[in-house]
Structure formats: structure tokens, C-alpha cells
């Protein structure tokens, strides 16, 4: 597993994307709905972007990553919907995974790795998330 640093960064060993450790659920789950078009239109073009070469590097983050640039609820760097909530989910989920914000890992072992994840530690991290129900990743573990 690689760390972002700024050595690193002057070498040329940069991520290709940066996701919300949280996100990582979120993309396994979506199935097309969003807070706007916009936001649904982005997180397509991500998805599409980690499923067209698994190898893509993905640096992994606790705060506003590509998927969050479209959404309406951002403030900034902040989440106006609930920054501590949605905070809380990415700390759980790296906890899980044993990784750090700004660990770089390839999509491919995380996609991995998200899809041998019980479900009870996908309940966990999920908690109370407003798009559980339309979650294709949620109704997957389920059953």
C-alpha cells in the first residue's frame, strides 16, 4: 500500500482519483439516482472512470473527493447535510479496510475486498444513510 507524500507527489506517483472512503460503498450501490443531474451525471463518469481500467489508482480520503464536487450539499470542503455523520461513515469503512486517509490503493483491490465485506459491517458503516433503500449493494447482502 502507498502513501501519498510529497516526495511521492514530485516523483510522479500520483492517484488517479481521489474518492471519499465512503464513496467506495456508494459506487458499488448506485443505481442511477442522485441529490440532482448533475450530481447523477458525475458520479457516472466516476464510476465509468474505476470500472474502464481497475487498475486506476485511487487515493483514499476523509473529506471532499470528485464525487462531492457536484453535489449540492457541499460547502466548501463541508457537507452541509452532516459532516460528522458522513465522516463517521469514511472512518469506519478505513477502519475496516485497514487503511489511512490518503493511502493510494488500485480499484481493483478495493472493489475486491468491498465485495467479500458481510453485510452487518456494510449495515455498519452505512448506519442511517438517507439512500439505503435504493441501494443496489444493500439489497445484494441482504439477501
Request: glycine share 6%.
Amino acid at each position: 500500500m502507498k502513501r501519498l507524500t510529497l516526495k511521492r507527489r514530485l516523483n510522479g506517483d500520483c492517484p488517479d482519483i481521489t474518492i471519499r472512503a465512503h464513496h467506495l460503498l456508494c459506487i458499488q450501490g448506485f443505481q442511477g439516482y442522485g441529490y440532482s443531474e448533475e450530481f447523477t451525471e458525475n458520479m457516472e463518469l466516476v464510476i465509468r472512470k474505476l470500472r474502464s481500467r481497475p487498475s486506476v489508482s485511487v487515493m483514499i480520503v476523509d473529506s471532499a473527493d470528485e464525487i462531492c464536487t457536484a453535489c449540492p450539499f457541499m460547502d466548501g470542503e463541508a457537507c452541509m447535510r452532516g459532516d460528522e455523520s458522513v465522516k463517521g461513515m469514511d472512518s469506519k469503512l478505513m477502519e475496516i479496510l485497514g487503511i489511512r486517509s490518503g493511502d493510494i490503493r488500485d480499484y481493483s483491490e478495493l472493489e475486491s475486498e468491498l465485495k467479500n465485506m458481510e453485510a452487518s459491517l456494510i449495515r455498519e458503516v452505512c448506519g442511517d444513510c438517507s439512500w439505503i433503500d435504493v441501494c443496489l449493494l444493500h439489497s445484494d447482502r441482504e439477501n
